[in-house]
């Protein structure tokens, strides 16, 4: 039984490390996106939303989504969907990317804002650390407090 009390907190542990490694990585493709110097101009294809949560009375989250497509200086047609886009783009517009030349794919109709996008990332770290630090100090705490007597692995 005592297991579960360290499997449960290293799954969690492994789930935000996960996650973690996403948002900087996302972070660093926009900030290669930013300073390639490279842009196109893009047509909104398709705007749409998405809706998630709502039972059980918790809160409604909606993201807008858009699918650009573009053309890269070496003629190849590049389409992305990308998510939290501005509310005022719809489909036929047309807006600026930014993209390198090596992942074009990777590209972000996203302003550059390096500031905002450094405090985001630094934001969800912190958030990620701090379970990681609950996490970790439970299963110390548990080991300290229960460790030896058997108490949960009686039968």
């Given at each position: 039984?005592?297991?579960?009390?360290?499997?449960?907190?290293?799954?969690?542990?492994?789930?935000?490390?996960?996650?973690?490694?996403?948002?900087?990585?996302?972070?660093?493709?926009?900030?290669?996106?930013?300073?390639?110097?490279?842009?196109?101009?893009?047509?909104?294809?398709?705007?749409?939303?998405?809706?998630?949560?709502?039972?059980?009375?918790?809160?409604?989250t909606t993201t807008l989504?858009?699918?650009?497509?573009?053309?890269?200086?070496?003629?190849?047609?590049?389409?992305?969907?990308?998510?939290?886009?501005?509310?005022?783009?719809?489909?036929?517009?047309?807006?600026?990317?930014h993209y390198t030349a090596?992942?074009?794919?990777?590209?972000?109709?996203?302003?550059?804002?390096?500031a905002r996008a450094a405090?985001?990332?630094?934001?969800?770290?912190?958030?990620?650390?701090?379970?990681?630090?609950?996490?970790?100090?439970?299963?110390?705490?548990?080991?300290?407090?229960?460790?030896?007597?058997?108490?949960?692995?009686?039968?």
């Amino acid at each position: 039984m005592s297991v579960f009390f360290y499997a449960l907190p290293s799954l969690i542990i492994i789930v935000v490390l996960l996650a973690a490694a996403r948002v900087v990585r996302r972070s660093l493709e926009l900030r290669s996106a930013w300073n390639s110097g490279l842009t196109a101009e893009a047509h909104c294809l398709r705007s749409y939303t998405t809706v998630g949560g709502g039972g059980n009375d918790s809160p409604v989250t909606t993201t807008l989504h858009h699918v650009y497509e573009f053309t890269t200086r070496d003629d190849r047609a590049i389409r992305f969907e990308e998510a939290n886009g501005r509310p005022t783009t719809v489909e036929g517009d047309i807006v600026t990317v930014h993209y390198t030349a090596r992942h074009p794919e990777k590209a972000t109709a996203h302003a550059p804002s390096p500031a905002r996008a450094a405090a985001s990332t630094i934001g969800m770290l912190v958030f990620c650390g701090v379970i990681v630090t609950f996490c970790v100090g439970f299963m110390i705490t548990y080991h300290q407090a229960f460790a030896g007597d058997g108490f949960f692995d009686r039968p």
